[in-house]
């Protein structure tokens, strides 16, 4: 095999080579930014509020809780220090690792079912999550019995994925369109469960609503807790095996044949897209556009490598949900639910990016 | 075809079928190394099912196929694909990758997880666009090519695939007339330096100009396989196809009508 780089060749070569080379580098640059970017903001928003405390002394506060360091962190009163890291902190990462978790779900349906459509919210599982909630919220109210709300919305939202599957299994295989239709039975049967749920409750149904809006208020460490490691280990196991699912794209058919245990794959995704969903919404409620529009936005804009789509997508949904999170905290005087936020704007935004896509081109 | 040349896959009596119907019955033949097979056959009379079975994709139901001494389907799915790239008849992405950027996953069955695309991996996938005439829109979106510009993506990724066997389904279907020509030259330049490659063919001429042996499928059976001049005869259109044709031996032919009388199925 002769490999000789004449200068006549080495031009082109080096033109699309270098193209090549161009859009990896700008996923690079544009992860760092956004990494900068969501330190800086976290400091930021946790300065903030009804009590204002400055960038340097956030920043003070947290580094010496950080570092375990009591001499420095006696030099900050008790009550900012309580604010800064029990108050505010826990609700601000809970809002990143919420918006990493369901962009990167996102990303994951997205290749799974092979259609830049799909969202994490797809095959059902945020149905259950709201069903088990629901039940949960409503057995405290009438029986009085007392349930975790996140507990029952994770149990739920696992049910519900092993249903789908079950379903799609016996309906002929987990492709792509089988798992679509199969959850939306699951979810619609879900739906009018929830419907009844409502009903029953009655004049309590308030709870069950607000819940089901998806909101980020008074979140603990306790729902970090829960979050963080689901998120992160999850993520990170996606980019691991990110290099097969981009092959998945390519369809079943084609992936094998590029050497895919495509079986195991889509099941090792399917589980994992699942399990951050769940645990997304069992901590904050249905929080809608944030999976579906931050991996489009980016596929189309940066690439749709997934190694490269995934963490990105992460930062960059952590970033505008803790934003839009902290926008709702801050600028309205009665606090209005995340999840109706992000609805408001993404839906919008999400017409105009689709209009204007046309077949591939346009603006992302 | 007087030297004899190794066999790189044997198929050992296969069979399938759907249910009660069968749609294969007892297929066996050899493939030596550096020959461009086309299987041709009207439709249903198995040919994507043979198709599928001989490379990897389904299994049969009895017989197998041996590919330098290992059966095909106990191999592992990476490692097969090491040794087979296979080309389907338009394959729809709708992710916005660039064509270069799509070849470059035909590297994926060798590539080690994390492994940094060396200098040296991105040259070799520019010469084979260059060779397959893609390299023009190397940095074109997939999804903003034609369908014929996309098959010579498929096939510039199958070939980055650095494959024993090539396997076409249908893949030169979606091309116009220069663009197949074009295809076929490389194929066979191709086939020169020891590639392999079966194709499942609809188009019969190019099938009879640019092959070194037809295999041709009727009702499931093997009805004849040899040389082009051997097997498309006007017999073979009359009993498979149910046509009649004028035969200009070493150049094509003409489909000049209907047959009168279409043979009964084979009797399995």
Redesign the interface.
């Given at each position: 095999m002769e490999?000789v780089?004449t200068k006549q060749?080495r031009p082109?070569?080096d033109?699309?080579?270098r193209?090549?080379r161009y859009?990896k580098r700008r996923c690079f640059i544009i992860g760092g930014v956004l990494l900068a970017a969501i330190v800086l903001t976290l400091v930021a928003f946790v300065g903030m509020g009804a009590m204002r405390l400055g960038f340097l002394k956030t920043w003070g506060i947290l580094w010496a809780k950080l570092t375990g360091n009591a001499v420095r962190l006696s030099a900050f009163a008790a009550n900012e220090a309580a604010i800064v890291w029990d108050i505010r902190l826990p609700r601000i990462l809970c809002g990143i690792l919420v918006g990493m978790g369901l962009s990167v779900a996102g990303v994951i349906f997205q290749?799974l079912l092979?259609?830049?459509l799909a969202d994490p919210y797809t095959l059902g599982v945020s149905t259950g999550a709201a069903f088990g909630a629901s039940l949960a919220i409503l057995m405290g109210l009438a029986a009085g019995i007392v349930l975790s709300t996140t507990a029952m919305a994770f149990l739920f939202a696992f049910l519900t994925l092993v249903l789908v599957i079950f379903i799609a299994r016996r309906g002929g295989g987990i492709a792509s369109s089988n798992l679509v239709i199969s959850g939306i039975i699951v979810s619609a049967i879900l739906s009018s469960g929830l419907s009844f749920l409502k009903m029953v409750a009655g004049e309590d149904v308030g709870a069950i609503v607000f819940w089901l809006m998806g909101s980020l208020s008074s979140k603990q460490w306790g729902d970090v807790a829960i979050v963080a490691p689901v998120v992160l280990i999850g993520s990170a196991v996606a980019i691991?095996?990110a290099?097969d699912l981009?092959?998945m794209?390519?369809?079943e058919?084609?992936a094998?044949?590029?050497?895919?245990?495509t079986g195991r794959i889509r099941m090792l995704y399917l589980i994992l897209g699942s399990c951050i969903t769940a645990a997304c919404v069992a901590v904050s409620g249905v929080i809608g556009f944030v999976g579906l529009v931050i991996p489009h936005i980016l596929?189309?804009w940066l690439?749709?490598?997934n190694r490269m789509l995934l963490p990105l997508s992460g930062l960059l949904g952590g970033l505008l949900l803790s934003a839009a999170d902290n926008a709702t905290r801050l600028l309205f005087t009665s606090e209005i639910p995340v999840g109706v936020l992000t609805t408001l704007i993404g839906g919008p935004f999400f017409i105009y990016v689709f209009v204007k896509r046309r077949?591939?081109?346009g603006v992302f | 075809m007087e030297e004899k040349r190794a066999d790189l896959l044997r198929a050992e009596g296969l069979s399938f079928s759907y249910g009660d119907r069968r749609v294969l019955h007892d297929v066996s033949f050899t493939l030596p190394q550096g020959e461009y097979l086309s299987i041709i056959g009207p439709n249903g009379s198995g040919k994507s099912t043979l198709f599928e079975i001989l490379?990897g994709?389904a299994r049969p139901e009895r017989g197998q196929v041996i590919y330098k001494g290992r059966d095909v389907h106990t191999m592992d799915?990476?490692?097969?694909?090491?040794h087979?790239?296979?080309i389907?008849q338009n394959?729809?992405?709708?992710?916005?990758?660039?064509c270069?950027?799509m070849v470059?996953?035909?590297l994926?069955?060798h590539?080690a997880?994390f492994e940094r695309l060396g200098e040296?991996a991105?040259?070799?996938v520019?010469?084979i666009?260059?060779k397959t005439d893609t390299?023009a829109f190397?940095?074109k979106?997939i999804?903003?090519l034609s369908g014929g510009e996309r098959q010579r993506v498929a096939l510039a990724r199958a070939l980055s695939?650095r494959p024993r066997i090539l396997w076409m389904d249908e893949a030169m279907s979606d091309l116009d007339v220069s663009a197949k020509i074009q295809m076929i030259e490389l194929l066979r330049n191709l086939t020169k330096e020891g590639l392999t490659v079966v194709g499942v063919n609809h188009d019969l001429n190019t099938a009879y100009r640019f092959s070194d042996r037809i295999l041709a499928l009727s009702h499931g059976s093997l009805y004849a396989m040899g040389a082009p001049d051997e097997v498309m005869n006007e017999r073979l259109f009359e009993e498979v196809f149910g046509v009649r044709a004028e035969i200009y031996p070493g150049k094509g032919f003409f489909i000049t009508g209907e047959s009168v009388s279409r043979t009964a199925p084979a009797v399995f």
């Open positions: 490999r780089r060749n082109a070569a033109l699309s080579i193209h090549y859009r290749s092979r259609n830049p691991i095996f290099n981009n092959v794209v390519l369809g058919k084609s094998r044949n590029l050497g895919v245990n596929r189309f690439t749709p490598d077949g591939g081109q | 490379c994709n799915i990476r490692g097969r694909a090491r087979f790239a296979v389907h394959e729809q992405v709708d992710f916005p990758y660039t270069m950027e470059i996953l035909g994926h069955p590539r997880r040296e991105l040259y070799e520019r010469r666009m260059e390299l190397a940095d979106l999804t903003q695939q």
